[in-house]
Nanobody, 133 residues
Framework: QLPLVESGGGLVQPGGSLRLSCTAF????????VAWFRQAPGKEREGVAC????????NYVDSVKGRFTIARNSALNAIFLHSDSLKPEDTGAYYC??????????????????????????WGQGTQVTVSS
């Protein structure tokens, strides 16, 4: 389990924005496919956004397309999730997950859809996002 730390969550009004950060310590995140998952109370954890190791492939769950953007910052060894036009249904604990890319599987998979939760073997502790007036 490699150390990943999420930050940037908080309480925001509907229509507001947040930028979530996922920072890796002690290993280069550029070699890993990364995804953001979220879990609302009483619901299963769902994939929200994902990005391949070189940033060439990205994908999003339908409910956030056009509102969320996933991006890499190699200098900071971090992945960001920019979330705009937030809705109450975006509320939940947001988790960053990473898996070392070997070959082209994840690069090709992400072109179609984000990989399932079971593909990722490194997880952060999560950051809470609450969208409420």
């Amino acid at each position: 389990q490699l150390p990943l730390v999420e930050s940037g969550g908080g309480l925001v009004q509907p229509g507001g924005s947040l930028r979530l950060s996922c920072t890796a310590f002690g290993f280069p995140l550029d070699h890993y496919a990364v995804a953001w998952f979220r879990q609302a109370p009483g619901k299963e954890r769902e994939g929200v956004a994902c990005i391949s190791s070189n940033g060439g492939s990205r994908n999003y769950v339908d409910s956030v397309k056009g509102r969320f953007t996933i991006a890499r910052n190699s200098a900071l060894n971090a992945i960001f999730l920019h979330s705009d036009s937030l809705k109450p249904e975006d509320t939940g604990a947001y988790y960053c997950a990473a898996v070392r890319e070997r070959g082209s599987y994840f690069h090709l998979q992400i072109r179609t859809a984000c990989p399932p939760l079971s593909d990722f073997n490194n997880w952060g502790q999560g950051t809470q996002v609450t969208v409420s007036s």
